[in-house]
């Protein structure tokens, strides 16, 4: 593996949405991805895969995004990993504004997502670009 990639772990319910997110970040540049499409696994991958950061779905089963953003926001091992909320439950222009309570002040991009804004959220938080550039 290329220590050079960005790891980004993306924690999400819907599987066609992982698959077509995934697909669209790998064509931005090198960069190593891991997908949970299972909730209750996301903090032990989260451990296992040490991300750079952690794209989080809010609306899954149970433990839902809020659920799982608190635990890693208290977990000694992950609480310093930037995590972007990724959801429905806000439009483009929400994510503009104010930060959501939700959120816990964490960026977010609304779905359906605008790539060039998800990517840009990234490298605001890791602080390089993805193009390899």
């Keep these: 593996m290329d220590a050079s990639k960005t790891k980004i772990l993306i924690i999400d319910d819907e599987k066609e949405f992982t698959d077509l997110l995934q697909m669209n970040l790998r064509i931005r540049g090198p960069m190593q991805l891991r997908v949970v499409n299972h909730s209750d696994e996301a903090v032990e991958v989260a451990r296992q895969f040490s991300p750079d950061v952690i794209l989080l779905d809010i609306i899954m089963p149970a433990p839902d ?3 799982v953003l608190r635990t890693l926001e208290t977990d000694p091992e992950l609480k310093e990993i930037p995590i972007i909320i990724v959801s429905a439950l806000v439009t483009n222009d929400e994510t503009t ?8 002040g964490r960026p977010v991009v609304a779905k359906p997502v605008k790539i060039a804004r998800l990517v840009g959220a990234i490298e ?4 390089h670009s993805l193009t390899g550039h």
């Design 65 to 67: 995004g809020c659920d």
């Design 97 to 104: 504004g104010e930060p959501h309570p939700m959120t816990s």
């Design 124 to 127: 605001d938080v890791v602080g």
